[in-house]
Nanobody, 125 residues
Framework: VQLVESGGGSVQAGGSLRLSCTAS????????MGWYRQAPGNECELVST??????????YYADSMKGRVTISRDNAKNTLFLQLNSLKIEDTAMYYC??????????????????WGQGTQVTVS
């Protein structure tokens, strides 16, 4: 399993970034996927998940980012995306792509991830 994130960087508050995660070594379109983040000194936080087929209503967003983030996927290209908008200083963190993680707005985390990428740094100032 290989998950390679990209798209992080430094941005001013209010700005946007689009993170990407290219997956290989497993059947991507059979896997629920998600994004975590971790800031220095903080616990790892599940930001968003999406089901294997990306169907409507199959996404989850953490309350801390709801309305400012959109998760999507392109199964033909084995790629997961996370669009970050209206970024705040407190969004500064390492963002990690994760495999086989699923959550719902009603139940929270249903399935924990079994693999993660190396992360991409997002810095908001």
């Amino acid at each position: 399993v290989q998950l390679v994130e990209s798209g992080g960087g430094s941005v001013q508050a209010g700005g946007s970034l689009r993170l990407s995660c290219t997956a290989s070594g497993f059947t991507f379109d059979d896997s629920d996927m998600g994004w975590y983040r971790q800031a220095p000194g903080n616990e790892c936080e599940l930001v968003s998940t999406i089901s294997s087929d990306g169907s409507d209503g199959s996404t989850y967003y953490a309350d801390s980012m709801k309305g400012r983030v959109t998760i999507s996927r392109d199964n033909a290209k084995n790629t997961l995306f996370l669009q970050l908008n209206s970024l705040k200083i407190e969004d500064t963190a390492m963002y990690y792509c994760a495999k086989d993680v699923f959550a719902s707005q009603t139940d929270g985390v249903v399935t924990a991830a079994d693999a993660w990428g190396q992360g991409t740094q997002v810095t908001v100032s």
